[in-house]
């Protein structure tokens, strides 16, 4: 692994003001893969610089890119961690397959992060509900037109320091249930984490968010009647006393935050199904006064309440528009094994120093 550090540190931002995906740290993790020299070349670790693409790369046409999301910590104690790193690259090795990409040497990758983690640690913040983001990216680099896989590609990692997700913090979101516009379907990328799946969602996200909404919550493409998942998070219902999120189909992301979740409140002893929710059954439960909860899942909010579900013309407002107790216990709980408040019985979290 070759290291070049900058000669030109960049000035920090104020931490207390961070928001989201706005500031980036002095290094970050280059690879190439070129399939005349054999694949992967050496991981280096350079000052954060601009990547120069010829206007013919392969992704800037057929969107052949991929990417993921982790977060980095600082404990009480100064040692940095991270939480299911391990899972971040395999989850990424899969999105790799189903776009003909090659597959990640994952643990030279992570010891590489590693390293970059600890020459950028000054970055990672420490206040409550801030973290250093994670963004490994993999996208095509041939320089040739044409609807076929790229020969070589460019992997990199870049950090962020960033607060909380959405600009009001832990106060619930109001979600819009889109009945037109699709995000994916079964056979499609939809549990791939690649570009285009983002680029489908961004028609209805923007008409959401000039209707007042934070987000979209989409249904499956074939019958337009199932929940599927919001564009940033998984999501989950508390519906009598019972958690229930939607299953995993081929369409929806396999969240690494909705996994952990799903452990943690089995082994809380909350009853947890992993099925298919229908409209019309949240719309049902809403009327009986039996749709407790909502809220969703993911490394970017971690978990976020929802206080506001809107299909076409019914608004259901959950929990009075606050925070439900499943919610914040999961918060709670998640948080804590990833900062170090709670000790890590599972083995999710690995120290970097």
Known sequence: MKITLTKTPKTKPDFSKLGFGKYFTDHMIVMDYIADKGGWQEIEIIPYEDFKLEPSTTVLHYAQGIFEGGKAYRTDDG???????????????????????PQLPTEDV???????????????????????YIRPTMIGTDN???????????????????GAYYAHGLAPTKIYI???????????????????NYAASLKAGETA???????????????????????????????????????????????????????????????????????????????????????????????SPVGQISYKDKDMIINGNEMGEVTKFLYDRITGIQTGRYADKYGWVRKVN
């Not at 391990?86 to 397959?97: G, I, L, Q, T, W």
């Not at 076929?148 to 990692?157: L, Q, T, V």
């Open 79 to 101: 040692k940095i961690t991270v939480f299911r790193t391990d899972e971040n690259f395999a989850r990424m090795n899969k999105s790799a397959a189903r776009l003909c990409m």
């Open 110 to 132: 992570i010891s590489a992060l590693f390293e970059l983690l600890k020459i950028d640690a000054e970055w990672i913040p420490t206040a409550p509900g801030t973290a250093l």
């Open 144 to 162: 040739a037109l044409g609807v076929h896989a790229s020969h070589d590609y460019k992997f990199f990692i870049i950090l962020s320091p960033v």
């Open 178 to 196: 889109e009945d037109f516009y699709v995000r994916a379907a079964i056979g499609g990328t939809g549990e791939a984490k690649c570009m285009g």
């Open 209 to 303: 968010k000039q209707r007042g909404f934070d987000q979209v919550l989409w249904l499956d493409a074939a019958e337009k009647k199932y929940v599927e998942e919001v564009g940033s998070m998984n999501m989950f219902f508390v519906i009598d006393g019972v958690v229930v999120t939607p299953s995993l189909n081929g369409s929806i992301l396999p969240g690494i935050t909705r996994k952990s979740a799903i452990q943690v409140l089995k082994d809380a002893g909350y009853k947890v199904e992993e099925r298919r929710v229908s409209v019309d059954e949240l719309i049902a439960a809403y009327a009986a006064g039996k749709l407790e909860e909502a809220f969703g899942t993911g490394t970017a909010a971690v978990i």
